[in-house]
C-alpha cells in the first residue's frame, strides 16, 4: 500500500503556537497533497506539492517535502481556535490504466487549538 | 456553484436492503471517486472513475457497484447493505483524469445499516 501515514494522531496547542504535522509514504509518488476536514464536513484541499518541489507556502501554511525520506510537513503558523480540524496527507497511486488515478489518504492527525 | 452535492445526508438501512448513494458535480470534472471514512481509519477508496463510461476499483469494492453514464454523476449502489457498510461516504471530483489537481468533495453521506 502506499499509504501516507500522519504523525502525530492527535495534537494539541495554545491559540499563537505553531503545529506541526508530518507524513510519511512508502513508495515514490509524483505529488503530495494536505486536506482539511472540519467536524462533520467534508475535506477541504489546503496545499498540493509537486515531487520536484521542496517547500510551498500558502497563507500560514507551510509544507516540505523530502522525498529521499519520503516524508512531508504541514506547518501551521500562529494557530487559531477555527484551525481547530483534522488533517489529512494524501499521496498519488497508479491504477489499472497506467497513469496516477488513485488517491490513497493517512488517517490524519486531530489537531486542537485552545483558545 | 455546488460544486460537489451528495444525497442523501443521512441513511439508515436493514441488513440486505439496497440503497444507491447519489453524488453530482456542477464542475464538468472528469475525475471523480467515492470513499469510506470509518473511525480510526482514515479514508479508504471504493471506486473511482476517470471520465464517462470509465471506473475501476479502489482498495474496498466488495460490496459496491458503481456507473458513469454522464459526466456530471457518479452513483454508489449497495446492493445489499451490511452492518460493515455502516461508514461515512464521501465522493469527490477534480479535473483531468490524473491526480495532480485538488479534489473537491461532497459533505458526505452517513449511512447506518442495522
Known amino acids: 500500500s502506499q499509504q501516507g501515514e500522519e504523525d502525530p494522531q492527535a495534537l494539541s496547542i495554545q491559540e499563537g503556537e505553531n503545529a506541526t504535522m508530518n507524513c510519511s509514504y512508502k513508495t515514490s509518488i509524483n505529488n503530495l497533497q494536505w486536506y482539511r476536514q472540519n467536524s462533520g464536513r467534508g475535506l477541504v484541499h489546503l496545499i498540493l506539492?509537486?515531487?520536484?518541489?521542496r517547500e510551498k507556502h500558502s497563507g500560514r501554511l507551510r509544507v516540505t517535502l523530502d522525498t529521499s525520506k519520503k516524508s512531508s510537513s504541514l506547518l501551521i503558523t500562529a494557530s487559531r481556535a477555527a484551525d481547530t480540524a483534522s488533517y489529512f496527507c494524501a499521496t498519488d497511486a497508479h491504477g489499472r490504466q497506467g497513469g496516477s488515478e488513485k488517491l490513497v489518504f493517512g488517517k490524519g492527525t486531530k489537531l486542537t487549538v485552545n483558545p | 456553484n455546488a460544486g460537489v452535492t451528495q444525497t442523501p445526508k443521512f441513511q439508515v438501512l436493514k441488513t440486505g436492503q439496497s440503497m444507491t448513494l447519489q453524488c453530482a458535480q456542477d464542475m464538468n470534472h472528469e475525475y471523480m471517486s467515492w470513499y469510506r471514512q470509518d473511525p480510526g481509519m482514515g479514508l479508504r477508496l471504493i471506486h473511482y472513475?476517470?471520465?464517462?463510461?470509465?471506473?475501476d476499483q479502489g482498495e474496498v469494492p466488495n460490496g459496491y457497484n458503481v456507473s458513469r453514464s454522464t459526466t456530471e454523476d457518479f452513483p454508489l449502489r449497495l446492493l445489499s447493505a451490511a452492518p460493515s457498510q455502516t461508514s461515512v461516504y464521501f465522493c469527490?471530483?477534480?479535473?483531468?483524469?490524473?491526480?495532480?489537481?485538488?479534489?473537491?468533495f461532497g459533505d458526505g453521506t452517513r449511512l447506518s445499516i442495522l
Open positions: 472513475s476517470v471520465g464517462a463510461g470509465i471506473t
Open positions: 469527490a471530483s477534480s479535473y483531468g483524469s490524473g491526480l495532480n489537481q485538488p479534489q473537491h
Open positions: 506539492i509537486r515531487s520536484n518541489e
